[in-house]
């Protein structure tokens, strides 16, 4: 076994940067390589474009073992192995679009040598490390298994979240070649505790797959639950809470304004397109797709029905949108369902301005962009407010106090002494007390 030390990553996002930086700080040499020059700029000034690499971290890393690259000046065939983390994308009509994939391959095959090891990182269908990304990298004449060894390592790190990037988390190796698994064990053995190994790049892509469709077709029976919970005038939230309590054969799942993030909303899509070509339909997939979109379109309804019930219309309300991160505690707003409310409410004649201590400016689903607003004149401004994102930053307590009416979508009253009065909460509705609130229903 060849003892592989030096790495490069292409591709320095979410997953790839992390990838570069514990590299480097487990004492390998690393090129992490990125297309954006602005990027590679950011990064190279020793400003982490991410929130779980902290500025020091990256300093030190730069100060190590890890330099940055642009493609044009970056040393490929100098690595050992080469980590590819690029985008996988969906379309409009949400088809996989391997672009950025292929073109980091493309890329690759200009640079590909003997010996080297191609590791796939990036999410994407059973059959693509094996299919198309071989395929391009092929285009240099070099053979995958023969010339150079190919395998897929998916990522499991959950942004935000520093428990899923610590080395206890094992990672799943799927090689071309026994020696291709190996050597990509290895290295990864280097950053992770433990390294499970499976027969093949395909198994490999599934297993990350199943990982993501489970949770979005758990997430969407969970809303669905909190409509029927809204019809049957129950709280869906205590009874999650409830089943919760269950220690075993049951695992807790929470309904919200939808989907977000470059894997949840996206992942399951490549899957179910691959599986029509081997004539299936994978209807999980694409009924917990349906009912996740359509949550959005659930809360403009709700935020319509708390304004009637004030006897006011949603066509010239001032709307306060607080939190639009697609998760709390993270700037990432990518495919955040905050764009689909927003541009629902405007699209009814809501007046929208928004509030998240994250995230600076924000684009909606119909491509207005906004500039964000404290939350104190958030406050002063809306007819009602909008929980879209529950930020840690958020000072709960004031908002609820200083709020006349709220939509909660993720239940972020929950944990107040005393529980609001003006709340309408998506799987609740006006349920717990909050009734007294509101003359019209008394
Ligand atoms: N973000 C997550 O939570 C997460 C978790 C697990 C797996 N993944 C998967 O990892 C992959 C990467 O996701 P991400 O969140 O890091 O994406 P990202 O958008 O944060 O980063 C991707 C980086 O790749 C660069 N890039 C794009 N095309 C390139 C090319 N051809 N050559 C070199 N660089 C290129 C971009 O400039 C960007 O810096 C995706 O397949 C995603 O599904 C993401």
Redesign the pocket.
């Known amino acids: 076994m060849t003892a592989d030390r030096r790495v490069a990553v ?7 940067l992390p990838l570069a930086v514990s590299f480097a700080e487990a004492g390998l040499d690393v090129e992490g ?4 020059e602005t ?1 590679v700029g950011t990064i190279r000034a020793g400003r982490s474009p ?1 929130d779980d690499i902290s500025d020091e971290r990256l300093a030190t890393a730069l100060s190590g073992g890890l330099r940055v690259s642009a ?1 044009g000046e970056a040393r490929v065939a100098e690595a050992d192995a080469v980590f590819v ?4 994308p969906i379309n409009s009509t949400k088809d996989p679009d391997l672009g ?1 994939v292929l ?2 391959a493309g ?1 690759l095959r200009e640079h590909v040598r003997e010996g080297q090891l191609l590791v796939l ?4 269908y059973p059959g693509t490390t094996m299919g198309p990304f071989r395929e391009v990298l092929e285009g240099s004449g070099l053979v995958a298994g023969v010339d150079f060894d190919l395998a897929y390592a ?6 935000g979240d520093p428990a899923s990037a610590a080395r206890e988390v094992p990672r799943l190796v799927g090689g071309m070649t026994p020696r291709a698994g190996e050597r990509a064990a290895a290295l990864l053995g280097h950053i992770n505790d433990k390294v499970v190994s499976v027969s093949s790049p395909d198994a490999a892509e599934m297993a990350k797959l199943l990982e993501n469709v489970f949770r979005n077709v758990n997430i969407a029976f969970v809303n669905q639950l909190a409509l029927l919970c809204e019809r049957m005038d129950l709280d869906v939230w205590e009874v999650i809470d409830a089943a919760a309590t269950k220690p075993f054969g049951f695992m807790r799942f929470t309904p919200g304004p939808g989907v977000g ?3 949840i909303p ?2 399951p899509y490549y899957l179910s397109w691959r599986a029509r070509e081997f004539d299936f339909v994978d209807r999980f997939i694409e009924l917990a797709g349906d009912i996740n979109l359509a949550m959005p379109r659930h809360v403009v309804d709700l935020v319509a029905e708390a304004l009637n019930d004030r006897g006011l219309a949603l066509r010239g309300a001032k709307v306060g949108v607080v939190g639009v991160a697609f998760k709390p505690d993270v700037q990432d707003d990518r495919n955040s369902p905050a764009a689909a409310v927003i541009a629902g409410i405007a699209e009814r004649g809501g007046e929208v301005r928004f509030h998240d201590p994250h995230v600076a400016s924000f684009r909606d689903a119909a491509g207005v962009v906004r500039a964000g607003t404290d939350l104190e004149s958030l406050l002063g401004w809306s007819d009602v407010m909008v929980v879209v994102t529950a930020h840690k930053a958020i000072d709960w307590g004031h908002l609820f106090e200083g709020a006349e009416l709220v939509v909660d979508t993720v239940n972020s009253s929950a944990g107040l002494a005393t529980r609001p009065r003006q709340v309408l909460r998506l799987g609740a509705g006006w349920h717990a007390g909050v009734a007294q609130a509101t003359p019209s229903r008394s």
Request: proline share 11%.
């Open positions: 292409v591709g320095l996002g979410y997953v790839g390589i990125d297309v954006s990027r991410i493609q983390c690029v985008p996988t950025p073109a980091a890329y990182q990036s999410t994407t998916p990522e499991r790190v959950n942004p993030g470059h894997c996206v992942d």
